[in-house]
């Protein structure tokens, strides 16, 4: 079974511009979270689908958004871009049901220069 | 506010004897535990978890006690081998919510 799979794996931008980030969930799996992650600041939570609806959002600015499509592929958005926005953007996906582990994909790493 | 914390950044261990990750929490709405590895240039893999009606969860060489008075748990790996080495990340959830992280502690284990 394949595993979690995120695209592109690095990505450089320029401050002001707009990125797209994709994830492809385990099969079957329905909830994708995502979050990023800085040195020292571990994984902060951005946002949670399930079936196609944000069900736990984090502590972000609008500028983050997401969306998850019907085969529960979901990509991310981070608009007006800033340098401190450079981190590595992980995606989870699982079962969706309560305790329940989730699986990461091997993240994209995103710098803003 | 950090709901979940992992106050030492690193840890050295001699390889063979045990480690010990600790975590601390402090919303008592938390249920559900887990531990995750991550190596460099890898996304983090699940290592094993534990739910608030447990006090002890093994699985080979690791072993998760959670003390819910105390909002603390640790992970023990005995024995701690070379391939152990890598940055652990402590993640708590309450009901139908997101998983919380803690900042990760950096684990080498020396030959």
């Known amino acids: 079974k394949a595993g979690v799979t995120q695209t592109p794996r690095y990505l450089i931008k320029t401050r002001g511009q707009q990125v797209t980030l994709s994830c492809s969930p385990i099969?079957?799996?329905?909830?994708v979270s995502w979050y990023q992650q800085t040195p020292g600041q571990g994984l902060q939570f951005l946002f949670e689908y399930f079936s196609e609806t944000q069900r736990n959002k984090g502590n972000f600015p609008g500028r983050f958004s997401g969306r998850q499509f019907s085969n529960s592929r979901s990509e991310m958005n981070v608009s007006t871009l800033e340098l401190g926005d450079s981190a590595l953007y992980l995606c989870?996906?699982?079962?969706?049901?309560?305790?329940?582990?989730?699986?990461f994909g091997q993240g994209t790493r995103l710098t803003v220069v | 506010d950090q709901q979940v914390k992992q106050n030492s950044p690193s840890l050295s261990v001699q390889e063979g004897r045990i480690s010990i990750l600790n975590c601390d929490y402090t919303n008592s709405m938390f249920d559900y535990f887990l531990w995750y590895k991550k190596y460099p240039a890898e996304g983090p893999t699940f290592l094993i978890s534990?739910?608030?009606?447990?006090d002890k969860n093994e699985d080979g060489r690791f072993t998760v006690f959670l003390n819910k008075s105390a909002k603390h748990l640790s992970l023990h790996i005995v024995p701690s081998q070379p391939g152990d080495s890598a940055v652990y990340f402590c993640a708590a959830s309450a009901r139908g919510q997101n998983f919380v992280f803690g900042p990760g502690t950096r684990l080498s284990v020396l030959p």
């Open positions: 534990i739910s608030s009606i447990k």
């Open positions: 989870a996906s699982s079962w969706g049901q309560m305790n329940t582990e989730a699986f």
């Open positions: 099969s079957g799996h329905r909830s």
